[in-house]
């Protein structure tokens, strides 16, 4: 039945997997508008379930994360080119960064730019220093930094690192899926256990970005409503979020050249344009000694904060409405950010790629809090009327943190709207991307000449309704609600992030065997002189079969040491010919390992 509709439809997609993504979305959105109290609260029991019982689960798993990549990068695997022929990258580096930015961590910067520094400065996390002191600032960084710097970004590194290895090194489908080939097999990955994970896997992508679409629509209203007194209603949030929607079908359907790329650009020209009024117009001097300050606080700090549980607090709340909340709703972004990333990083060396990833935009992370964050301490420590950020902040929440924060300086409405269609544009390249992988993971291929354009646009539409709904849903809860139902969905995407670990590796050292052999198993055993010429007189069966050679540092005749000087050539030495390349011809053919 689902065959004959999806023909009639006319989609190129797998029935299976687009129908059951597709309906489990429906049917969330049907249930929450029906029972929306009900909804509620099934969410609130089962999120204090897990922050109760798993909270340390989430802390874990994304500092194990980060170790892997580093480990991983650093290992022979890390010259592997992400391409199926040794292909050079596709995009330029700038261009590269703009797009895997402007998809991943634009939309919080501009969301928690201002509201998590001030939020963190008026209430330490660890309750160990008093609010509002230079102690309580140097806290406030540190969590801020840690936050969004390398762990956020390990998040996407690690399943964008698979998909494009098990896509371009073994020609899987663009599925979650196939990040289980070493697992499931053939079989598997497109059977009945492979297409459960790609419906799990869509599923959450869509609600994980939904939530970002909510969060990004009560910012924007916010906006609004400093410039043009527009309060948040039910029609408001509906209006926001189908011009969002509309705009991110338009550049779907331009798709990822004249689309996605061409927004990316112009979003990260406009976010630096942004940063910059804000370090010329504040105080410049304390911005820039203060972000290089960060960068130590960072250092200093991120040792610690990455394995913190809140062990010594009977009531562990703040770590679970920050931390695992922020590392819950970022690993559902996961599979689209991954897909994506992996189909602008083709070409790119797995240790380019894990150091690229993490490198660039955690630079620019820590430039961009260092500032805005500096200049909101600033604010409220030296300006008149500081306080009244801290309170709108606390009071009002964090979405109208960046307009309150913009009344501090020159032009406050001019900017105020630059910064309304900057979010507007970052959560239009959110929805738009997110579609095109949806589509991608629900068809398993990435030719897009043939398909449909309303087959990616449906999941726009789908990403724009789950926004509405959870956004209506409990208006009175705002983004605790949101809270409550991203880490729920984010448990499962947890568990498979430790199977996807696994499969990278064990498919990574099967393919070894594949490729050219490792240059040290390429080279027979090297003795000093003295026991080869031992081995040659007594006629040792090991010598006889030419399975160990001499120090090439030792030149020889008929098999007898005849000079060892320290700098003689290998090439001059007469050695017994391996059956394989020479040691440095075996440096030079092994790049691809």
Request: hydrophobic content about 50%.
């Amino acid at each position: 039945m689902l065959q004959k509709l999806h023909d009639k439809m006319g989609l190129r997609t797998s029935p299976t997997i687009f129908f059951g993504s597709f309906l489990f979305a429906a049917a969330f959105v049907v249930l929450t508008l029906i029972f929306p109290t009900f909804m509620s609260d099934t969410f609130a029991t089962g999120s204090g379930w897990i922050l109760d019982n798993l909270g340390w689960f989430y802390i874990l798993g994304v500092t194990v994360f980060l170790i892997y990549l580093i480990v991983t990068a650093m290992s022979r695997f890390g010259r592997i080119r992400l391409s199926p022929n040794d292909e050079p990258p596709e995009h330029a580096f700038l261009a590269w960064f703009a797009m895997l930015f402007a998809a991943g961590i634009g939309t919080i910067l501009m969301f928690w730019g201002v509201a998590e520094p001030v939020n963190h400065f008026a209430n330490p996390p660890m309750a160990d220093v008093e609010g509002g002191t230079i102690e309580a600032a140097r806290e406030a960084m540190s969590f801020t930094l840690y936050h969004f710097g390398l762990h956020t970004w390990t998040i996407f590194a690690l399943p964008s690192l698979a998909f494009a290895y098990f896509i371009y090194q073994r020609n899987l489908p663009p599925r979650v899926s196939s990040l289980f080939h070493p697992l499931l097999g053939d079989k598997g990955i497109h059977g009945p256990i492979g297409k459960t994970i790609d419906i799990i896997a869509i599923v959450g992508t869509l609600f994980g970005v939904a939530v970002s679409i909510a969060l990004g629509t009560l910012q924007i209203n916010a906006g609004l409503s400093a410039v043009l007194g527009i309060d948040q209603t039910t029609w408001s949030i509906i209006a926001i979020v189908g011009v969002v929607t509309l705009l991110a079908l338009a550049s779907v359907i331009a798709g990822l050249e004249k689309g996605i790329k061409v927004l990316s650009n112009i979003n990260i020209l406009a976010a630096v344009l942004l940063m910059v009024f804000v370090l010329i117009s504040g105080p410049t001097l304390h911005l820039l000694r203060g972000t290089i300050e960060g960068v130590g606080l960072y250092a200093q700090n991120l040792p610690y904060l990455a394995f913190w549980n809140d062990s010594f607090d009977d009531n562990p709340g703040w770590q679970n409405g920050w931390t695992i909340f922020y590392w819950a709703w970022t690993i559902t972004w996961s599979p689209f950010v991954g897909i994506f990333i992996a189909r602008i990083s083709r070409g790119r060396t797995i240790r380019e790629f894990v150091f690229g990833v993490l490198a660039a935009p955690v630079s620019f992370s820590i430039i961009w809090y260092g500032i805005f964050g500096f200049a909101s301490f600033d604010i409220i420590l030296n300006k008149e009327g500081g306080q009244e950020l801290v309170d709108s902040v606390l009071d009002d929440g964090a979405e109208v943190a960046l307009f309150e924060f913009l009344a501090h300086f020159p032009m406050t409405t001019v900017m105020s709207v630059f910064s309304i269609a900057i979010v507007a544009i970052f959560f239009v390249t959110s929805m738009d991307s997110a579609s095109l992988v949806m589509d991608s993971m629900a068809r398993g291929h990435d030719e897009d000449e043939r398909v449909p354009v309303f087959q990616r646009a449906i999941w726009a539409l789908t990403v724009g309704a789950v926004a509405t709904v959870l956004l209506v849903m409990n208006p009175d809860k705002g983004i605790t609600a949101l809270e409550e139902f991203i880490t729920i969905v984010g448990l499962p995407f947890f568990v498979m992030g430790y199977l996807m670990m696994w499969a990278l590796n064990r498919a990574m050292k099967e393919d070894a065997g594949e490729l050219l052999p490792l240059a040290t198993k390429r080279w027979r055993k090297v003795l000093p002189p003295e026991e080869v010429e031992r081995r040659h007189d007594e006629g040792d069966e090991a010598w006889a079969t030419s399975e160990v050679e001499y120090d090439p540092h030792y030149a020889t005749e008929d098999g007898h040491v005849i000079a060892a000087p320290e700098t003689a050539a290998y090439e001059n030495a007469d050695l017994i010919e391996p059956d394989g390349p020479r040691p440095q011809d075996a440096a030079e053919g092994s790049s691809r390992i």
